[in-house]
């Protein structure tokens, strides 16, 4: 399950993020890879390890922009 967070393409810092929060790790995993690589790009704006931290928990209970 946890693959994707050895993919060189997710940023060292979401990947902590996730680690830590089992929930948004099994809703990004879930994912279809464009999802994935969509929520990536949304987290190069983000510059704080508390701001990310705050993403990933929005992930966690499906607060995230839902792509089509």
């Given amino acids: 399950m946890d693959h ?3 993919n060189p393409e997710i940023p060292m ?3 902590m993020a996730l680690a830590q ?3 948004a790790m099994e809703r990004f995993a879930a994912m279809s890879e464009q999802e994935q690589q969509q929520i990536v ?3 190069h704006s983000i510059e ?3 701001g990310m ?3 990933v928990n929005q992930i ?9």
């Fill in 4 to 6: 994707y967070l050895s």
């Fill in 48 to 50: 704080s390890k508390s």
């Fill in 60 to 68: 966690a209970h499906g607060n995230y922009p839902k792509f089509q």
């Fill in 21 to 23: 929060n089992v929930s």
């Fill in 41 to 43: 790009s949304l987290t």
């Fill in 13 to 15: 810092g979401l990947g």
């Fill in 53 to 55: 931290r705050d993403f």
